[in-house]
Each structure stands twice: as C-alpha cells, then as structure tokens.
C-alpha cells in the first residue's frame, strides 16, 4: 500500500494559482487511480477531482471544472492539481487519495478510497 504526502499548499490571492503535489512512496502507485479533496470549515470533504490509473479518464466536480487541472507522472508517484483562477470560497485543507486503479470508476472514487494523505491548506484572499 502507498502512503501519500501532499506538498504546494499556502496563501495566494483570489484570481492567482498554485500547484499541489502529491508524492507516493511505494512501487504501485501506477496502479492507483488518484484524486483530490477537499475540506472547508464546517462542510464535508468533498471529491473535487479524479484520473484514472491509466490517466485516460478525469473527473472534475462543477465547480472547479475549467479552472482546475488534475495530472499524474508515474515516473515521479507523483499526482498534480493545478489550480488557477482560485476564488476565496477555494479555501480549504486539500487531501490527496488514492484508489485500487482497475477497479475505480471515477464518479465513485469516493467511496473507494483506500489510502488518505494527511491534508494541506489552501488559503485564497480576496
């Protein structure tokens, strides 16, 4: 089993854009499909993007769809999430996660989480 460590949170201004990283020890991670959370004060984490282990397949929730960009680099075990155009309603923990890659399909990833990194914050000011 992986175990994920995120990297790349901090503050930036609302219309700016930052990059997160989530790096997996392990030899499988290829095998893992990955996705992104997130968590704002008093709401549930919710699944904001997904790709597939292959890469082929991405999911991305309403509200970040055109502005945020979900990517993987096998070579690295690393998974991205470029985001830009960040609003201060983006603000929130980022959690990266990973799923058994032939057996997730991504408009359920959530529910097929096996593996949790431990969060980063996200702060965008207005």
């Known amino acids: 089993q992986v175990q994920l460590k995120e990297f790349g949170g901090g503050l930036v201004q609302a219309g700016g854009s930052l990059r997160l990283s989530c790096t997996a020890s392990?030899?499988?991670?290829?095998?893992?499909?990955m996705g992104w959370f997130r968590q704002s004060t008093g709401k549930e984490r919710e699944l904001i993007a997904a790709?597939?282990?292959?890469?082929?397949?991405?999911y991305y929730t309403a509200s970040v769809k055109g502005r945020f960009t979900i990517s993987r680099d096998n070579a690295k075990n690393t998974a991205y999430l470029q985001m830009s155009s960040l609003k201060p309603e983006d603000t929130a923990v980022y959690y990266c996660a990973a799923a058994d890659g032939p057996t997730t399909v991504l408009d359920d990833f959530a529910s097929t989480v096996e593996v949790w990194g431990q969060g980063t914050l996200v702060t965008v000011s207005s």
């Open positions: 392990g030899r499988t991670f290829s095998t893992y499909a």
């Open positions: 790709i597939s282990w292959t890469a082929r397949t991405t």
